[in-house]
């Protein structure tokens, strides 16, 4: 099975809807990465969190990571047909304390987002 | 400042070929990753490199190897080409090696035939 899911898989919503991504760990978090990718682009960085129950905001965009650190969702609200595209979370799962000393980021399958104008 | 770079942008290779790719890391970046993503797959960990030492492997043949120059650059080598190697191959590049952003480029799409 994957160290990491999202979920949904899709997601169609009408524009001005709100709506949310998870990505569930089956290890601890010790870093998560939300990236957005166009089909067959490179990844633009959204939010890096760390920190359990840490949250983060850019424009319409919010992250926040819980307490246990296994489990991040995204949030968009008000969303716009700009907004489309594929979410990807990134998840750093070695724990820097046990002297692991690459970065190697662990990726769910990603989430297509539709927004009907 | 201009984002991490890579080249070529597409390529088309034959089975059993060869192939070079190029990224150019953040200006000041010292970590460079490398990345496979086929279609309908999150990317997957192939290297990263550090301070010209390679750092971390993923779960790939030895016919992949790549190396880091003295300007942080990267090269990503993949031999004796197969079909499945056909994919989106991304470069990342960050700061350091633990705890900081990673900041993805465009991408090199392979097509083997």
Known sequence: ?117 | DAGVTQSPTHLIKTRGQHVTLRCSPISGHKSVSWYQQVLGQGPQFIFQYYEKEERGRGNFPDRFSARQFPNYSSELNVNALLLGDSALYLCASSLALLGHEQYFGPGTRLTVT
């Open chain 1, 1 to 117: 099975s994957q160290e990491l899911e999202q979920s949904p898989q899709s997601l169609i919503v009408q524009e001005g809807k709100n709506l949310t991504i998870n990505c569930t760990s089956s290890k601890t978090l010790y870093g998560l990465y939300w990236y957005k990718q166009k089909y067959g682009e490179g990844l633009i960085f959204l939010m890096m969190l760390q920190k359990g129950g840490e949250e983060k905001s850019h424009e319409k965009i919010t992250a926040k990571l819980d307490e246990k650190k296994q489990q991040s969702s995204l949030h968009i609200t008000a969303s716009q047909p700009s907004h489309a595209g594929i979410y990807l979370c990134g998840a750093d799962l070695n724990p820097a304390a046990s002297g692991g000393s690459n970065y190697k980021l662990t990726f769910g399958k990603g989430t297509l987002l539709t927004v009907n104008p």
